[in-house]
């Protein structure tokens, strides 16, 4: 059976510290519109627009973040992303 892959993160990747940063921006901003996703983590985080455009392509790919259903075009942390993200922080190689 395939296991959900938020529910096993078991190896660390090299994207992770990058995919928990952009997370985290979208849980403190919360409103932002999902075209300027990939251009405000590379402003935020002084990405270079295409790695920032991956990132935001695998935080959609894989469901971690989700339009808000209140707010067209907004965006939120998915519950998944939550998860990922509790199951990440809890790892002792991503404390802060």
Do not use: K
Request: net charge negative; glycine share 4%.
């Amino acid at each position: 059976m395939v296991q959900d892959a938020s529910s096993a993160h078991l190896l660390p990747s090299p994207f992770d510290p990058y995919i928990i940063d952009a997370l985290r921006f979208v849980e403190r901003q919360g409103d932002i519109p999902i075209a300027e996703l990939a251009a405000r983590c590379a402003a935020e985080f002084q990405w270079l627009p295409g790695f920032a455009d991956v990132v935001v392509a695998f935080l959609r790919t894989n469901r971690l973040i989700t339009l808000d259903p209140w707010e067209p075009g907004s965006l939120q942390v998915a519950p998944r992303g939550q998860r990922w993200l509790a199951e990440v922080a809890a790892d002792p190689a991503f404390t802060e």
